[in-house]
């Protein structure tokens, strides 16, 4: 039998409510509810009849496409795992993802098949499917090809507490992790989530986050099933085509990074754009800039609702859609959600005083795939331990101030990492800043950063590091400040700090 908590339920029991209704819109065309899941269907079926049985890993190596979504309510249909995976990875990132994951079954594009080929010789048991080929290359099958099952498909017999979702963490240091998530992770956050944003069914969500990622798949595309809405889906995001999107097919929300944000800053005349739909812009999966949500206000009128969230925990907290939302904080936890700071020691702190940002509920993963250790050290007597540090405010707003393992010890004094980098990206030269700890023989860390700047206004060093030292203690001014032309960043937004030393930095994060 299949419980309200399982996900095959949700579009099942939208289905029934909302069966003529738009569910999809992509490349023009719609797709309704009624359709969306007899594709689903179909495709089980041609999955079953490839040999996808419950309890199998399946990963899904594809971008933003209608492929993406069957395949994805397919195998959970089956009572299978799906792992979806970042189509930037290349062969050693694909090879240990397949490994550690004992995945049987590969669903990829042309495209995505040139990365895996190079892999394949050492998985000599993986069954890949291209989706867009009917003449596939040799070792690889076709999904048009699939022999449907002939036996019936029977419910899968699951609840709330199987595994739905093997999703593997960015990997900004080390190995990433596979994040073991449950159908009743994604519904109960899906459900506080609803309540939070006030979404309904008249919501028609613009969708230009990669599938790939929990916010892509866990937030938006559940969240449009669990609610009967409508997803405008984009195949890689670009500003002006999603404001047009926006435009033509009156969208009412958009779920973005900071990256996205800053990039529909540099529209030009945005009044070319028909906005009076919408109603709530949410950021996440990386901090916000204070500047940036400033300009966006003054900009389009609306004030980014930023929210915090983590591959382990789906999201965690929200600023309000009514009342106070506070630039730079990610608002309060959820209803479902307990969020605690702590110290060293695992005591609560007080208001105002920094430490380690612990979560508990519905929402949290089972553990790490095959990481018994990790598992152990993350998930502390029905909490995970977050890694970020932060603090509450007397309203009991969070604000995140950096990571545990970033945090910079300068003298004996302790520096966030996120407090310097507000400071140099509201310099009106500055778009982005990343800052991180460096050796010192005297002082045992130094505060190094590196900034993008605003286009063809490149600001010098000496210019950053006085304007630094009249806003920040002495410790905390950057003693070097590298201007380069990019962030290196994860799919998801967030900056790959460990990548700036091969930029010619001298920093070094602690692992």
């Given at each position: 039998m299949v419980s309200e908590g399982i996900i095959w339920q949700m579009l099942a029991s939208t289905v029934q409510r909302f069966p003529d209704k738009t569910a999809i819109i992509s490349k023009g065309t719609a797709v309704t509810y009624r359709s969306f899941l007899s594709e689903?269907?179909?495709?089980?079926?041609?999955?079953?009849?490839?040999?996808?049985?419950?309890?199998?890993?399946?990963?899904?190596?594809?971008?933003?496409?209608?492929?993406?979504?069957?395949?994805?309510?397919?195998?959970?249909?089956?009572?299978?795992?799906?792992?979806?995976?970042?189509?930037?990875?290349?062969?050693?990132?694909?090879?240990?993802?397949?490994?550690?994951?004992?995945?049987?079954f590969f669903f990829t594009d042309h495209i995505g098949w040139s990365n895996v080929s190079e892999a394949k010789p050492e998985l000599p048991g993986l069954r890949i499917v291209i989706i867009d080929s009917k003449a596939p290359p040799e070792g690889a099958l076709s999904l048009s090809s699939l022999k449907s099952s002939e036996e019936r498909l029977k419910e899968p017999v699951i609840g709330p507490d199987d595994l739905a979702a093997v999703i593997y963490t960015s990997g900004t240091t080390?190995?990433?992790?596979?994040?073991?998530?449950?159908?009743?992770?994604?519904?109960?956050?899906?459900?506080?989530?609803?309540?939070?944003?006030?979404?309904?069914?008249r919501d028609r969500l613009l969708l230009g986050l990669p599938m790939f990622h929990v916010h892509g798949l866990g937030v938006v595309l559940h969240g449009v099933v669990y609610t009967g809405g409508s997803i405008v889906l984009m195949e890689r995001f670009k500003a002006e085509e999603a404001m047009r999107l926006i435009s033509e097919y009156q969208c009412n929300v958009f779920m973005g990074v900071p990256t996205m944000y800053q990039l529909l800053l540099g529209i030009t005349e945005p009044q070319r754009y028909d906005l009076s739909q919408m109603r709530l812009f949410v950021s996440g999966s990386a901090p916000l800039p204070v500047k940036v949500w400033q300009q966006f206000r003054e900009k389009y009128g609306f004030e980014i609702v930023e929210r915090y969230?983590?591959?382990?925990?789906?999201?965690?907290?929200?600023?309000?859609?009514?009342?106070?939302?506070?630039?730079?904080?990610?608002?309060?936890?959820l209803p479902s959600v307990e969020v605690r700071v702590v110290d060293e020691g695992g005591r609560g702190v007080h208001l105002g005083e920094v430490g380690e940002i612990l979560v508990s509920g519905p929402n949290v993963m089972r553990g790490y795939w095959n990481m018994e250790d990790a598992t152990r050290e993350a998930l502390v007597e029905g909490w995970f331990r977050t890694g970020d540090l932060g603090y509450f405010d007397e309203d009991g707003y969070l604000w995140i101030t950096g990571r545990k393992k970033e945090m910079i010890i300068v003298g004996g004094f302790k520096v966030y990492p996120r407090e310097v980098e507000e400071v140099l990206c509201a310099h009106p030269k500055v778009t982005e800043a990343a800052v991180l700890g460096g050796p010192d023989e005297l002082k045992g860390e130094v505060v190094r950063a590196f900034v993008v700047a605003q286009p063809g206004d490149t600001p010098s060093e000496r210019e950053l590091i006085e304007y630094c030292g009249g806003l920040l203690a002495s410790f905390k001014v950057p003693v070097s400040i590298q201007v380069i032309d990019r962030m290196p960043k994860t799919a998801s937004g967030k900056i790959l700090k460990g990548d700036l030393l091969d930029l010619g930095g001298h920093a070094a994060i602690k692992a």
């Open positions: 689903a269907e179909i495709t089980a079926r041609a999955l079953a009849g490839l040999g996808v049985k419950r309890g199998d890993r399946v990963c899904l190596y594809l971008g933003n496409r209608l492929e993406f979504i069957y395949i994805h309510f397919a195998i959970l249909r089956l009572g299978a795992v799906v792992v979806p995976i970042n189509v930037t990875y290349r062969r050693n990132e694909l090879k240990h993802i397949l490994v550690d994951s004992g995945a049987r080390g190995r990433s992790k596979g994040a073991m998530l449950t159908h009743g992770n994604f519904t109960s956050n899906i459900r506080d989530l609803a309540g939070v944003w006030k979404w309904t069914n969230g983590l591959t382990e925990t789906i999201m965690n907290t929200s600023n309000p859609l009514e009342g106070a939302r506070k630039a730079g904080s990610v608002g309060k936890a």
